[in-house]
């Protein structure tokens, strides 16, 4: 009987501590790799029964087709972060527990305390499918002190095309050959860019209300007058050796090339607001940030959210759900959401979050946090703030990207670029449809 007894005991405190293992995979680079894996140690020592396993698995697309290729093979993870252009994908391939069913069935999370120009962009068809984490908008870096050195006011960015080119200028310098040896602006080369300048004119990329109107987008209309508008600017400034373009998706170069001094004004992510604050002040001068520039003061639109977000992968048992569930809510809680914020850029998605810290003071020191915030809480909410919904994104900014290169290099004029890439997007979204109705 003594037997059977101390056998129940160990069978029940075996059972008791059992762990629940969840695999998350992300696309977080450099020293943010080593972030995610401290958050869940963090975690792990508050829910000693589930165990985190964390895999850096590469860009947001190599995740994106690891994670399409785990879910064909059986060898899925439990959550995964996927860029914000994979959301139409995601939805579509019905691979998801959505998570407005989860936060539904539960009662101790309030979907209103996220900001809802941030789940708005998650949300189609009246339904949040994933969790935002790393949420971010582009914006404007620029070096403060070059600014004093060419008399110009570094309080006072520049908010118009005019103003940039008129800034851009001022900061260029050549040698005595005619050389160009300081540029007035960089950037990566990167649809995600062109995205973000047409939601700040309020424009859609495509039609069906951005593919946000219950009706799929059936052709792209970004060859209008606002993607002319983006364009010309550009083609403007790189021939006028005003703007130096890295090669395509350069992101490091783009960054290097600013924190070299060899650029005064940087068209980057928020998610970066920590790294150059510090590279800045290593490499001599002060940085900057500001809101994108539009055509003109009149124009009103707003930022589209970039980064990506947490969605929580069908075909598990019930038990390894319920973990990453528990996971995906510890990693949007306050105090994971401000951990975050100040280690990288990435603004907090929660309301409680923001306003901690604003009570506390930290806006007032460290005003390029700040930025992002404002520009996101001042966009006038719309369809094409809220940002594009298609499946074909990856492959439309490619498109975009190779157009951009035709112009610059001469090739095309900005309307025949502009409208050969239309023409291209509208067959591959006919393409899509025809495989998902």
Known sequence: MKKLLVLLVVVLSISMFAQVTIEFWHAMSGWRIELLQNMAK????????????????????????????????????????IYDIGTQAMIDGGVAVPMEDLINDDP??????????????????????SMPFNSSTAILFYNKTMFKEVGLDPDKPPRTYDELIEYARKL??????????????????????????????????????????????????????AGKNIFNLFKKMTDEGLLINTKREDWNGASQIFLAQKAGMLLYSTSDVKF??????????????????KPDKSVQGGSVIGGGSLWILKGHPDEETKAAWEFVKWMTEPEQQIKWHLETGYFPVRKDAIEKLLFEGFYSEHPNYLTAIMSLLLSKQTVNTNGAVMGVFPKTREIIETEYENVINGRKTVDQALNDAAKIVTLELKRYNRLYK
Not at 109 to 129: M, P, R
Not at 204 to 225: D, I, K, W
Not at 284 to 292: C, D, M, P, S
């Open 42 to 81: 963090d975690f792990m020592k508050t829910h000693p029964d589930i165990k985190v396993n964390v895999q850096y698995t590469g860009s947001y697309l190599d995740t994106f087709n690891k994670a399409i290729a785990g879910i064909k093979s059986g060898k899925a993870p439990h959550v995964v972060q």
């Open 108 to 129: 101790s999370i309030d979907k209103g305390a996220f900001l809802e120009q941030v789940t708005n962009y998650y949300t189609v068809d009246g339904k949040l499918y």
């Open 172 to 225: 260029q310098k050549k040698d005595a050959n005619g050389k160009v040896t300081r540029y007035g602006l960089t950037w990566p080369t990167h649809s995600w860019f062109f995205e973000q300048l047409m939601a700040v004119q309020n424009a859609p990329l495509v039609n069906n209300g951005n593919g946000r109107a219950g009706v799929r987008p059936t052709e792209a209309v970004f060859n209008s007058q």
């Open 276 to 293: 150059f604050n510090e590279a800045a002040k290593e490499n001599g001068f002060e940085v900057g940030t500001a809101f994108l520039p």
